[in-house]
């Protein structure tokens, strides 16, 4: 397919304390990330786009197939969807085998036994076919869901903060996976998740959601660097940038990475030559100079453009975005520096990046 | 020990009560699911009804079963429209008076099995491409078995120990509706101590091994 398609979802439910309100229009590939605060209508719009809650008057429509406008509404189970839980919600009477036929026998057309070998090798579950639900670890028993989702072959993939039952030692475990299935899938996935990492590891788009609305919908470079409302992966905003390892330098351990605007040095994490990673920079590691400052132990010094500033909630504080030719990259200072270096809109600076955290 | 005539009224329960445990198990699954599921302001007085057999004395159930079922009764004008004629003093009858007062006893462990599986197994259904009632027999039945088993061995064993409710409905005809229970009576009446012995001995016997076994075979919260 050269056009992915889209996917529309308009959808308005009242709950007594809670109201869902959005009008998406979200890319028909790659991962798009449900972001925002619990409560903030992430699973309920998910729980929407599935069919498993009804918003009357709603409208969904994916990749040219109407699923729900007006009187007609597809019910879950004629949607082409794959669904995987908070909790993995596997059935307990059926083995981890018994639980991969179960989609697969119902679905249409039928998956080949070959998807099923990729998928299970996939998901690393080929050792624990033979196993009851009850026996798995939680990491093992949401593996074996993810891979019941896709055995169905979805057109759609919907994820409901799969690693939120998880300690942090198994969703290291996982997000290897969870990333395999992005580079392989050619299907749209919808990701809901209130964490940040998994956000910057992982999606490509990201809507960020508050109080049932949507406050930004984009790619995540892009809605990251905006300065109206900055969106805050986890302790501070920042961006994240896709990159490509170029070189490793084994001397000082150190890896180059491209990306559209430069290139920056980071730890070298024995990521081979070629791949494709991302990198966060968060605000307050970006300071600025009118001059290529000598003799600094900083690594990364980029020439930028200021393109906005915007003020801070605190008044001594300014966030400035700046354009790398092709990236934006965040910079925090306080609006004495702004006003002391005459930072305007158009100036000329270097961007001095003090740590750049390669997430994936 | 054991003449024919009690032979007959072992016999003539382990129908009954297997009769009406398998109705009871057809009648009370879908009541039990609605009960589970419904958001119904009918959930109330209907779980009361189904519930109560559990407190009524058993002449009361069976003094309106058998009005119903009377002559002038609306069961009974029903039934005898359809030329079956009347249902008091008959196996039939007390198949019926069975099914009403053992109903408790069925729908409330499978409600609570059903209460058990909860949404979240049929939504996986769902996005499996299950539709409802595909779902119903391939995860909900099997993940609600327990329940199941412990509806069968109550209804069954409750049907067999009832009384009161058979002999006002189905009096004492030797083959007909003189079960276990109601053999016993005659006995004791009888001055018949050892026959009554012998009958209630097994009674007890059977009760107790039902039950036994219901708990050796239905461990509560191990399966999940």
Known sequence: ?360 | MLDSPDLAAIWLTLRLATVTTVLLLLMGTPIAWWLARTRSGWKGPVAAVVALPIVLPPTVIGFYLLVAMGPNGPVGQFTQALGLGLLPFTFAGLVVASVFYSLPFVVQPLQNAFEAVGERPLEAAATLRASPLDAFFSVALPLARPGYLTATVLGFAHTVGEFGVVLMIGGNIPGQTRVVSVQIYDHVEAMEYAQAHGLAAAMVAFSFLVLLGLYAFNPTGRQR
């Open chain 1, 1 to 360: 397919m050269n056009d992915p398609g889209r996917i529309h979802a308009r959808f308005r439910l009242e709950h007594p304390g809670f109201a869902l309100d959005v009008d998406l229009d979200l890319p028909g590939r790659g991962v798009t990330a449900l972001f925002g605060p619990s409560g903030s209508g992430k699973t309920t719009l998910l729980r929407c786009v599935a069919g498993l809650v009804r918003a009357k008057g709603g409208h969904l429509e994916v990749n040219g197939q109407v699923w729900q406008d007006g009187g007609l509404f597809l019910p879950a189970h004629r949607r082409p969807l794959g669904y995987v839980f908070q909790e993995a919600s596997l059935f307990a009477h059926l083995s981890v085998r018994g639980n991969l036929a179960y989609g697969m026998k119902r679905a249409r057309p039928a998956a080949s036994q070959a998807l099923l070998e990729h998928i299970v090798d996939l998901l690393g579950i080929g050792q624990l076919l033979d196993r009851r639900p009850g026996t798995l670890s939680g990491g093992e028993r949401q593996r074996v869901a993810i891979a019941r989702a896709l055995a169905v072959q979805p057109q759609l993939l919907l994820m409901d903060e799969p690693l939120a039952a998880m300690d942090l030692a198994r969703k290291v475990d996982i997000l290897p996976y969870l990333e395999r299935l992005r580079d392989e899938l050619d299907i749209p996935v919808l990701y809901v998740s209130h964490t940040p990492d998994e956000v910057a590891r992982l999606a490509d788009h990201i809507v960020a959601l508050e109080a049932g609305r949507a406050l930004a919908a984009g790619p995540i470079a892009d809605v990251l660097a905006r300065l109206d409302l900055p969106i805050r992966l986890g302790e501070d905003v920042g961006v994240v940038l896709e990159a490509v390892v170029e070189e490793r330098d084994r001397t000082w351990h150190l890896a180059r990475v491209a990306f559209p605007g430069g290139v920056l040095w980071v730890r070298d994490d024995g990521h081979e030559v070629g791949r494709r990673v991302r990198v966060r920079i968060l605000a307050r590691d970006v300071s600025l100079a009118l001059e290529r400052a000598a003799g600094s132990s900083i690594l990364n010094i980029l020439p930028a453009v200021v393109r906005e500033i915007a003020n801070e909630e605190h008044p001594g504080q300014a966030l400035v975005r700046l354009d790398l030719g092709g990236a934006s990259l965040l910079a925090r200072l306080t609006r004495r520096s702004a006003h002391v270096l005459a930072l305007v809109p158009g100036s000329e600076v270097y961007a001095q990046i003090k740590a750049v955290a390669l997430v994936g």
